[in-house]
C-alpha cells in the first residue's frame, strides 16, 4: 500500500473547504492554528473570521490592547492562547518588520509556536517539507502502522515524527499535513471510525488485527484537582465589582466577580464565618439576598465547583473600593470573563436576581 499516494488521492476528492486552507498567507494561517488548538473546528471557525475581521494584518493585532483581544477571545478557553497571540504580534512587528519567519526552525522562537504549529505555518505558507502532526496525524499513523509506544511520550513523538519525515511529499507538503487532519476529523475518527470506506484499511494494522480501539495507547492521565469558587455579586445600585486575575493560575487577565475559595465544598450558611470573608467585607454590614446551586464546571486538569452569591451591602468595605474595580452595569460587557461566569449569566435563573443582560 503507498499510504502517501492513497491519502493524497483521498483528499483531492474530499478536503474540506475552510478559509485558512485557501491563503498562503502565514499570518491567517498562524491565526487560525492558534485558535483551533484545543478547539473544533466548528467552534473556532466564527472566532478565526471575527479575528480576521477586527485584525485583519499582524500590525493591527499587534496594537490592540490586550483586553480587547481576551474579550474578542471569550469562550475559547485556554487564555494562554491568547496571551501568547498577543506577545507573538508585536514580536513579529518590532524584531521581523512584520514579517513571519519562513522556516520552522525559526518559527519555533516566537512564543506560544510549538513543533505542530511552526511545520504547519512553514509547510502551509512556505511550503517547507516539514510534518505538521496533531492528534489527528498522531491516531492516523499509529493504527495504520500499528505503533504501541505512547503518543504523548517522547519516544512516542520522536517515532512518528521521523515516520511522518519518510512520507511526506517534497512538492505537497502542504497537502499532506491537511489530508491528514482531515482524514483524522472525517474518517480515522477516535471512536468508531469509517473503516468500510477508509481508502487505507487494506494495508492498516489497526483494522487487519482488530485493535482499532487500542490505538494509539496513551500514558497515563494527570490527576484532576477539584476546587470549590464562590463568587459574590455585589450590587451598588447600577454597579457591580470586579477584580482581574494576575496570578499564574487560570484565567490570568480576565476579569471575575470577588472570590473566595475553599478547600471543600461549603454550606451557603456557613460561607459567612470564613476569615476571607471578614477579610473580604471588612465587617461591613453585608447579606447574602440569594444563591445559586452549586456548579459543576470541567477543565482539562481541573473541576471547579461553584455558586454564585448576590450580595446586598448597606456600605461597601474599603477593601472593595481599594482592591475591585466599581464597573456600571451598561459597560460589564466590555470586559473579558471566564467562560464558567458568561454561561451563568446567560442563563440568568429566575431565582437569582443578577445583571439583566
Not at 505555518?121 to 517547507?128: P, R, T
Amino acid at each position: 500500500m503507498d499510504f502517501t499516494a492513497n491519502l493524497l488521492g483521498w483528499f483531492k476528492k474530499n478536503h474540506r473547504d475552510l478559509p485558512w486552507k485557501n491563503t498562503k498567507d502565514p499570518y491567517k494561517i498562524w491565526l487560525s492554528e492558534i485558535i483551533l488548538q484545543q478547539t473544533r473546528v466548528e467552534q473556532g471557525y466564527s472566532y478565526y473570521l471575527r479575528f480576521i475581521d477586527q485584525y485583519p494584518t499582524v500590525e493591527s493585532l499587534a496594537m490592540a490592547p490586550l483586553d480587547e483581544v481576551l474579550k474578542l477571545w471569550q469562550g475559547l478557553g485556554y487564555y494562554s492562547r491568547a496571551r501568547n497571540l498577543h506577545v507573538t504580534a508585536q514580536t513579529v512587528v518590532a524584531h521581523h518588520n512584520g514579517q513571519f519567519p519562513t522556516s520552522g526552525s525559526d518559527l519555533l522562537s516566537l512564543k506560544g509556536i510549538g513543533e505542530y504549529t511552526a511545520a504547519a505555518i512553514a509547510s502551509f505558507a512556505f511550503n517547507e517539507p516539514l510534518p505538521a502532526l496533531d492528534g489527528n496525524g498522531y491516531r492516523i499513523l499509529t493504527r495504520v502502522f500499528g505503533i504501541h509506544t505512547p503518543i504523548d511520550s517522547s519516544d512516542g513523538k520522536k517515532t512518528l515524527r521521523a515516520l511522518a519525515q519518510e512520507l511526506i511529499p517534497r512538492r505537497y507538503p502542504a497537502d499532506f499535513n491537511q489530508a491528514l487532519m482531515d482524514f483524522g476529523s472525517l474518517v480515522c475518527v477516535p471512536k468508531n471510525p469509517k473503516c468500510a470506506e477508509c481508502p487505507l484499511h487494506e494495508g492498516c494494522y489497526a483494522f487487519c488485527a482488530e485493535k482499532i480501539a487500542e490505538l494509539p495507547v496513551k500514558g497515563r492521565k494527570p490527576e484532576v484537582r477539584t476546587r470549590y469558587f464562590h463568587y459574590f455579586i455585589v450590587r451598588e445600585k447600577h454597579h457591580v465589582y470586579l477584580r482581574q486575575r494576575s496570578d499564574n493560575d487560570i484565567w490570568k487577565g480576565l476579569y471575575e466577580f470577588p472570590l473566595i475559595e475553599t478547600e471543600m465544598e461549603i454550606s451557603p450558611s456557613k460561607i459567612t464565618a470564613q476569615t476571607a470573608w471578614k477579610k473580604l467585607f471588612s465587617g461591613e454590614k453585608v447579606r447574602i439576598i440569594n444563591f445559586s446551586p452549586l456548579i459543576k464546571h470541567q477543565l482539562t486538569h481541573q473541576t471547579l465547583w461553584t455558586r454564585f452569591y448576590l450580595i446586598k451591602a448597606g456600605t461597601i468595605s474599603q477593601n472593595l473600593r481599594q482592591h475591585y474595580l466599581r464597573v456600571p452595569l451598561e459597560d460589564f460587557d466590555r470586559y473579558s470573563i471566564p467562560r464558567l461566569i458568561d454561561a451563568f449569566l446567560e442563563k440568568n435563573p429566575e431565582n437569582l436576581d443578577i445583571i439583566s443582560k
